[in-house]
């Protein structure tokens, strides 16, 4: 506990507070030794003083999943404290029929909302009794589903007491990962994907999901939280519809390391903000 407070408290000091306060953050979820100090930037926008509610948004990596789905216990326990899961928000969202319950292996087998429970704590710590949180694993939804989740999530998103955490890491580029897109033009290997994350986190600036799902067909790049991502763009749709004024913009961006040739492997992070005007 100690040793993980003291790091991210480390990370969070090197980061400006320039998009407080965020409504929505996207950040890594992979181990912190690789995205640590990019997570920071996007937890730095979060406001402890009025946020109340957390819905963190993650893509399953173990189950196949074409749905979303809740968790089946009451408290997520992390080194820092314990963090209590919103039983009245998760009766909501499961009254609407759209929702299955994870198991309680998927849970413990699944990262991409374990990495931000820490970050969540250490966070909200000046207010640690006074929020509770809604995480949802995100399956692999068509863009239909996604519009739907982002109507449903939008009513949430629209209240200044809430905040969207959106999991996602960006470009899983080698062998392994069975991916190796490369634009010659753009010099080394790591600066092409530098090119193609940059180009999707634009698009994502954009707040247009149907430009965000164009683009990954185009290029099929292998940001694992797409899904998470296109939810959260469908309820900024919705509620920019209804004349609601929103930006988000990008504030960090690194690779696990540097690829050079085809052997090498590497794993891309952004993070960003997005703010209600």
């Known amino acids: 506990g100690p040793q993980l407070n003291a790091q991210l408290e480390g990370w969070l000091s090197q980061v400006q507070s320039t998009k407080r306060p965020a409504r929505a953050i996207i950040a890594p ?13 996007a937890y730095k926008q979060v406001d402890p003083n009025i946020t109340r509610k957390i819905f963190i948004l993650g893509p399953s990596h173990h189950v196949p999943l074409s749905r979303c789905a809740l968790s089946s216990v009451d408290i997520y326990r992390t080194p820092l404290y314990d963090l209590r ?64 989740f982002g109507k449903l999530f939008s009513k949430y998103l629209a209240d200044p007491s809430n905040l969207f955490v959106v999991s996602s890491d960006f470009c899983h580029w080698g062998q392994r990962f069975r991916y190796s897109y490369y634009d010659e033009s753009q010099g080394e290997i790591y600066r092409s994907i530098e090119h193609l994350d940059k180009m999707g986190m634009s698009i994502i600036e954009q707040l247009d999901p149907v430009s965000f799902s164009n683009y990954l067909k185009k290029y099929h790049n292998t940001i694992c939280g797409r899904h998470p991502i296109g939810v959260l763009l469908n309820a900024i749709s919705e509620l920019q519809k209804n004349g609601m004024n929103m930006s988000f913009s990008f504030l960090n961006y690194a690779q696990s390391s540097q690829c050079r040739n085809w052997q090498d492997s590497s794993v891309s992070y952004a993070a960003g903000a997005l703010m209600v005007h």
């Open 29 to 41: 979820h992979a181990g912190y030794t690789y995205c640590g100090s990019c997570a920071a930037h």
């Open 85 to 148: 899961i919103d039983q009245k928000i998760y009766g909501e969202l499961w009254k609407t029929g759209m929702f299955e319950r994870m198991s309680l292996q998927t849970d413990e087998d699944e990262h991409s909302i374990e990495m931000h429970l820490p970050y969540t704590a250490k966070a909200m710590e000046s207010h640690k009794d006074e929020f509770t949180i809604i995480p949802v694993l995100v399956g692999a939804l068509s863009e239909s589903k996604e519009q739907e």
